[in-house]
Nanobody
Framework: EVQLVESGGGLVQPGGSLRLSCAAS????????VAWFRQAPGKEREKVVC????????YYANSVKGRFTISKDEANNTFYLHMNTLKPEDTAVYYC??????????????????WGKGTLVTVSL
């Protein structure tokens, strides 16, 4: 059974940095695409970054390009979202997600099978 558990959220000042973690179990990274999504208050959930399975391409939302980076630690079955130069508009609940043999959509919606429960990131003074 695939399970995903996020951690690392919290309060950070504008311009600051934060690293979110997603502890994964039940799969191997080569076979699975992994992604981060977020949902701000009163808004729809949006994709932040999606990294395809089988060493395929990675796509970032325009709003986070150059500031956020996804990375994987296969030895520890964990993937991360490194967030730099945070802005108040980055405030949201962040969710990690995964799907088997999945190739991310560079232009549209990605629908993943497995989700964590989310971790809140608040960017404020």
């Amino acid at each position: 059974e695939v399970q995903l558990v996020e951690s690392g959220g919290g309060l950070v000042q504008p311009g600051g940095s934060l690293r979110l973690s997603c502890a994964a179990s039940g799969f191997t990274f080569d076979d699975y695409a992994v992604a981060w999504f977020r949902q701000a208050p009163g808004k729809e959930r949006e994709k932040v970054v999606c990294s395809s399975s089988n060493h395929g391409a990675t796509y970032y939302a325009n709003s986070v390009k150059g500031r956020f980076t996804i990375s994987k630690d296969e030895a520890n079955n964990t993937f991360y979202l490194h967030m730099n130069t945070l802005k108040p508009e980055d405030t949201a609940v962040y969710y990690c997600a995964a799907d088997q043999n999945y190739y991310c959509n560079p232009y549209g919606v990605d629908i993943m099978d497995y989700w964590g429960k989310g971790t809140l990131v608040t960017v404020s003074l």
